[in-house]
């Protein structure tokens, strides 16, 4: 699956596993699953190595997978985009950092910030373990991302997972000024797939086209937000689960369903290709038609229906699934494929 860890990341985690006790590896990990639920930020959880090794299993590999999403998303609509420079904050254990080197290899320098010593340190280890030169040589900051200040590192990439929940909303537009302003190319903000995640989302959007941004990814357009509650825009990557992931979450299913909320946004010097619509949920199939939600350029929610006997049409949609852009009446996908039929779930 697209969104499944890098070969090398699986065996750095593997690793550290040697002699973990698998029944603490799932106290702590239902500890981190209880904390998270709840709204807690990673700070007061993750409190010792033994914690950050539970989060390596249970957690990283769902985060991983939905980043990786947002940046397939972001590479389809600004194919030419070459980036040099990530800055990655809230970093935790370096998981976008991965995830950003896995999509454009040509990733020069990086910058991780993180206000937990143990996540800084586990980033410091899993990145000089890489054979990437990048992540090798990384730089990792321990610094409080909601307090740094406004002389944050400029880069081409500047990328926030999970990290606006932790925010005060008072400081929420203080924080997007400051990382905006570090941002020469791209700015990727990736949340919780619930409708508090999204409404967080929705008002990051507002504020960065409020201040000269275009959206590449996921709406098609640069309007206000159509959705309107208790409807939420969110998308789903589905992701293998190791068996220490199993173990760990005490789950029988081999994967797990990764539900998220992001918002792309880019200089004018970054060149956006153009898009018709995006696929806000997975498509309803009958014996007679498809049904899309959709949406479009001219900033409303639309249902598409596709009859099979419009076979032209259906041909060209038929493979179209929850997440993806839609252009020239078509669906369009990474070489590495993404989500699809089959491979995520309401």
């Not at 969104?3 to 590896?25: C, H, N, Q, T, Y």
């Not at 990736?190 to 995640?197: K, R, Y």
Request: hydrophobic residues 45%.
């Amino acid at each position: 699956m697209a969104g499944d860890l890098p070969p090398e990341l699986k065996a750095m985690i593997a690793a550290r596993l040697e002699g973990v006790s698998r029944k603490e590896l799932a106290a702590r990990a239902q500890k981190l699953s209880d904390h998270y639920r709840a709204g807690g930020a990673s700070g007061p959880v993750v409190s010792d190595v033994a914690d950050v090794t539970a989060y390596l299993v249970s957690r990283l590999p769902a985060t991983f997978a939905a980043v990786a999403a947002a940046l397939r998303e972001t590479r389809l609509a600004a194919p030419v985009f070459e980036p040099a420079r990530l800055l990655d904050i809230g970093a935790g254990p370096g998981t976008a950092s991965f995830a950003v080197v896995a999509e454009w290899p040509e990733i020069a320098s990086i910058i991780m910030i993180d206000g937990s010593r143990h996540f800084i340190n586990a980033a410091g280890e899993l990145a000089a373990a890489s054979a990437h030169p990048a992540l090798a040589n990384s730089t990792r900051v321990m610094a409080d991302v909601t307090r740094f200040g406004r002389d944050l590192p400029t880069a081409d990439i500047v990328l926030a997972a999970y990290v606006l929940a932790e925010i005060r909303e008072a400081d929420a537009d203080t924080f997007l000024a400051q990382v905006w302003q570090a941002c020469h190319g791209v700015l990727v903000l990736v949340e919780p797939g619930t409708p508090a995640g999204f409404e967080r989302i929705r008002r990051a959007r507002a504020a960065l086209i409020a201040a000269g941004a275009s959206i590449v990814a996921p709406c098609p357009h640069g309007l206000a937000c159509p959705i309107v509650g208790p409807d939420w825009c969110h998308f789903a990557e589905r992701l293998n689960r190791s068996r220490d992931h199993r173990l760990a979450k005490t789950a029988d299913a081999p994967f797990e369903d990764e539900k998220f909320s992001y918002v792309v946004a880019a200089r004018p010097s970054v060149m956006v290709a153009p898009y018709d619509a995006r696929v806000l949920a997975p498509p309803k199939s009958s014996k007679s038609e498809m049904r899309l939600k959709l949406c479009t350029t001219e900033g409303v929610i639309a249902e598409r229906v596709i009859p099979r006997r419009e076979r032209e049409a259906y041909g060209r949609l038929r493979r179209a699934w929850w997440g993806d852009a839609v252009a020239n009446g078509a669906p369009i996908h990474s070489a590495s494929g993404g989500s699809g039929p089959g491979n995520a779930g309401q």
